[in-house]
């Protein structure tokens, strides 16, 4: 698993630098939101398809693919929840307060896919 975690740390990077990327691309066509949507959404198919061929080495498969979303959501959930306890309860800095969410996001996430993806 340590290395399946270690991989999942290497896929996520790049998965962020190329969604980003894609985002300032489209930052040339369309408005910032509809550029980040864009880029959201093609980040999850890239992590999906990151995560089963490189990080879990599964096979890819409908119902793997239809049920990944689930992740970002909980992803999306426990991130927000952190991030509101840090700064709107704790005090702690917007910026400072990111770092507890990706401490706590980035276990979880892992353990998510893995269980979606290879269950």
């Not at 949507?37 to 089963?52: E, P, T």
């Not at 061929?53 to 599964?58: D, E, L, M, T």
């Not at 793997?64 to 306890?85: C, D, N, R």
């Amino acid at each position: 698993m340590r290395n399946e975690f270690v991989r999942f740390l290497l896929a996520g990077a790049i998965n962020t630098l190329l969604s980003y990327l894609l985002y300032l691309l489209l930052l040339a066509f369309l408005s910032y939101l509809p550029a980040y949507s864009i880029a959201y959404c093609a980040g999850i198919v890239l992590s999906y398809f990151f995560n089963v061929h490189f990080v879990f080495k599964k096979r890819v498969s409908l119902v793997s693919f239809l049920k990944f979303p689930v992740v970002y959501v909980i992803q999306y959930v426990l991130g927000a929840t952190v991030l509101w306890l840090l700064v709107g309860k704790a005090g702690i800095s917007p910026a400072l307060a990111m770092i507890g969410v990706i401490v706590a996001t980035v276990p979880v996430t892992f353990v998510a896919s893995r269980f979606v993806l290879k269950h």
